[in-house]
């Protein structure tokens, strides 16, 4: 089971993330169509980017999925965060209360 603050990495592109809140659909957190590794972790052999998958992931977004996971993007990449075949989403900011 992954943990809040478990820092992840892509296996084929520069992706990474760190676990803001866990969930248990997050065991199956995918970059690019591949399953994520601890960072420090070796990329598997024959692994590549899915072109399904190719979107893309943005520096300092948070990213979620409809069971509550929530990730936070650390290091952007070419492939695009999914569980399963679901790609996460961006998690939409809070406007901020207007100061008169």
Do not use: W
């Amino acid at each position: 089971m992954i943990k809040t603050g478990s820092r992840l990495a892509s296996q084929v592109c520069d992706t990474q993330v760190i676990v803001i809140s866990p969930a248990d659909s997050l065991d199956d957190l995918r970059c690019g169509g591949v399953a994520m590794v601890e960072v420090g972790t070796p990329a598997a052999d024959g692994v590549s980017l899915d072109d399904r998958f190719a979107g893309g992931t943005v520096l300092g977004k948070r990213y979620v999925d409809e069971g509550g996971a929530e990730v936070l993007v650390t290091k952007a990449g070419a492939g695009a965060l999914s569980v399963g075949d679901v790609v996460l989403v961006f998690k939409e900011s809070k406007a901020l209360p207007a100061s008169d």
